[in-house]
């Protein structure tokens, strides 16, 4: 799997690893045109130098009035002779020396020209017929500390402009991909309800194709949702429309009929009627839990949304639901529809599962934790793990389409929720509990 790096990151490595690679290479190529150039002037200096002492040398060889023999030329004062030189006949015989001039350094016999030794560059020149030769030796070394000397002297600069060049392209990198920054930072902290366009006006060029491919496929998904929205509005409203009315004919023709057998088929089919209009109200939901729109553009307080309902449930079951607010409001990004969708379930899948003789107990906390628990026999294991499923149901004798908690598991998950189903409820030996935490929602969209 190829690991991933950021492009800002990417860009300044590399572009501080080529410039710095491109600095030492100059560094060298420049360190080795000025040995090549030294070498030019130390072998000019050589030259120079042997021409400049051969007249002398000549000269006093020449007016010697004990002959021919080796003489050493005094030093004024003592001094690191750089250059040292010997002059020799054409035989090798010594006729004058430099005071520090070594004659092992030079070969046996005396040539005129440029030649090197292991430890020595030489330079020859003769006069008086080929007669007389006088050659100038300089250290090897001494070049290469030059050399070393100069290359340094051109790194030295180095130390402070490669650093400098490091601060200046990190800069201009982050400069330049600024807007991209901003532009990932505005996709990655928006909640996953809001479907605006992002901006696509300040983007570099190469990107502006992607912010208009972004917006093109938001705006391609905001019309899928809406579609999905209105046809699941105009088929609630088609379908429980006809159900109620037959429903509502169903009933007259009931209290018509005074045959007793023929009054109970009609109340069957009544009872078949309501159970489809519930039905079909069920599976509607479920396709808007399932289609999207779990979540909003803006946080909403649940608490009154929550009030609402259980005042909606009293009527049905009356003193059966106790309640627990929080003080102060519970925004969230969850869809207030959908909120109520999934409460509702919840509620209602207690109320019709848990045991009459005990309340329902349904709280919301200030950091968002929703919980609805009712008293009643354990659900095992095995069959708690399947609640989730369409149509699955628990061994009970009550009522309904087993597809509450599928609804109330669809907005979880659709809102990037979690529901924890329980049995037995936290705190007790039985019944049943069901909880969510909406908090994650509000508390990461508001720090966005």
Not at 230 to 236: E, H, K, L, R
């Amino acid at each position: 799997m190829a690991t991933r790096t950021s492009l800002q990151k990417t860009l300044g490595i590399g572009l501080t690893l080529g410039v710095t690679l491109l600095w030492l290479l100059g560094v060298i190529a420049s360190g080795l045109v000025a040995q090549h150039e030294m070498n030019e002037v130390f072998d000019s200096a050589l030259e120079e130098t042997a021409q400049r002492i051969l007249p002398l040398a000549v000269t006093d060889i020449l007016n010697r009035e004990n002959g021919s023999g080796n003489q050493r030329a005094p030093a004024l004062q003592n001094h690191d002779e750089y250059l040292t030189y010997l002059v020799r006949d054409d035989h090798g015989n010594l006729l004058l020396q430099s005071h520090d001039a070594n004659p092992e350094v030079f070969g046996t016999t005396p040539k005129e020209g440029f030649s090197n030794t292991p430890t020595h560059r030489l330079y020859g020149v003769s006069a008086v017929s080929n007669t007389i030769y006088l050659e100038v030796a300089e250290p090897l070394a001494h070049r290469r500390e030059s050399a070393l000397e100069a290359g340094l002297a051109l790194l030295m600069p180095l130390i402070v402009l490669i650093p400098v060049s490091l601060l200046g392209i990190w800069w201009i990198v982050r400069l330049s991909l600024r807007k991209v920054v901003d532009f990932q930072q505005s996709i990655e902290s928006r909640g996953a309800g809001d479907l605006s366009p992002v901006a696509e006006n300040q983007l570099p060029l190469e990107f502006e194709p992607i912010a208009v491919a972004v917006n093109r496929l938001l705006e391609r998904l905001h019309r899928a949702l809406e579609s999905e929205r209105s046809f699941t509005a105009n088929s609630a409203h088609e379908l429980r429309t006809p159900l109620a009315t037959a429903l509502a004919k169903v009933q007259r023709l009931k209290t018509r009929i005074s045959d007793e057998p023929l009054q109970h088929n009609v109340a069957e089919i009544e009872e078949s009627l309501r159970s489809l209009s519930v039905l079909s109200g069920k599976l509607l939901e479920l396709a808007k839990a399932e289609g999207g729109g779990a979540l909003s553009q803006s946080p909403h307080d649940l608490v009154p949304i929550l009030a609402m309902i259980v005042r909606d449930f009293e009527d049905q079951a009356p003193g059966r639901i106790v309640l627990s607010l929080p003080e102060r409001e519970v925004n969230s990004f969850l869809d207030p529809d959908a909120f109520a969708i999934l409460a509702r379930n919840l509620i209602e899948n207690a109320l019709k599962h848990g045991s009459r003789s005990q309340p329902v107990e349904v709280s919301l906390k200030d950091k968002g934790v929703f919980r609805v628990c009712n008293g009643g026999d354990i659900v095992p294991p095995n069959q708690l793990a399947l609640l989730r499923n369409r149509f699955a149901r628990s061994k009970t004798d009550a009522s309904g389409s087993g597809l509450g908690l599928a609804i109330a598991d669809a907005i979880a998950k659709g809102a990037g929720m979690t529901l924890h189903l329980r049995s037995p409820a936290t705190g007790r030996q039985d019944g049943f509990e069901a909880e969510i935490n909406i908090a994650p929602i509000a508390t990461g969209n508001a720090n966005n």
